[in-house]
Structures are given as structure tokens and as C-alpha cells.
Nanobody, 125 residues
Framework: QVQLVESGGGLVQPGGSLRLSCAAS????????MGWYRQAPGKQRELVAG???????NYADSVKGRFTVSRDNAKNTLYLQMYSLNPEDTAVYYC???????????????????WGQGTLVTVSS
């Protein structure tokens, strides 16, 4: 089975920094896209930052210049470095994987999208 394990969330003061991590494990053949999403109370889940298999990145306008997404391919781990955090960044942050994975049970592979469990980021003084 393919799983995503997220970590790094917590309480931080306005202007502070955090780094989130997302480790993917399982029978992954090829990673297509990995991304970070967030969902604040009463709001829809939104894309924060994504990175393609070729290394291209995309950011929400609200986080451009403050957040940086990166990936360690050898460890199948995604990161989100967050600077200059403000209260509007408070949300549950979710990791998402789009990848070619092994079928279980059965032979061959299939494309699968997997979500992590989420990690809470709270920005407050």
C-alpha cells in the first residue's frame, strides 16, 4: 500500500517560519506530481504549492515569495518551507501524491492519487 506521512505542523507566532515534510512510502514506480493543499475552518481546500516530476513549481498568489516547495526524490519526501507566516495561513495542511503505483492485489500498475492525514499549522500571538 502507498501511504503519506506528514509532519512539521504546530503553533508559530506571526512572522515566524515552519517546514512541513511529507514522506511517501509503498510500491511507487513513478511520481508525477506532489503538492501541498490547505483547508481553514469553514473554507474549501485549496492548492498552496505543487511540484511536477520535472521540477516545475506552482504557488497560490497568497503565498508567492513566502513559501517554497521542494522534493527529495531519493527519499520520496516533499517539503514546504514557510516564511513570514501570518494568521491567514492558519489551516490544516495536506500532502497529495499523484503517482504510478503497483496494483495490489494483481499485476501491473495504475495511476493513483493519495492524500496524507494532514498537519495543523496555527499562526497566532
Amino acid at each position: 500500500q502507498v501511504q503519506l506521512v506528514e509532519s512539521g505542523g504546530g503553533l508559530v507566532q506571526p512572522g515566524g517560519s515552519l517546514r512541513l515534510s511529507c514522506a511517501a512510502s509503498g510500491s511507487i514506480k513513478t511520481i508525477n506530481v506532489m503538492g501541498w493543499y490547505r483547508q481553514a475552518p469553514g473554507k474549501q481546500r485549496e492548492l498552496v504549492a505543487g511540484i511536477s516530476g520535472g521540477g516545475s513549481t506552482n504557488y497560490a498568489d497568497s503565498v508567492k515569495g513566502r513559501f517554497t516547495v521542494s522534493r527529495d526524490n531519493a527519499k520520496n519526501t516533499l517539503y514546504l518551507q514557510m516564511y513570514s507566516l501570518n494568521p491567514e495561513d492558519t489551516a490544516v495542511y495536506y500532502c497529495k501524491l499523484g503517482a504510478i503505483v503497483a496494483q495490489n492485489p494483481g499485476p501491473g500498475y495504475r495511476y493513483l492519487e493519495v492524500w496524507g492525514q494532514g498537519t495543523l499549522v496555527t499562526v497566532s500571538s
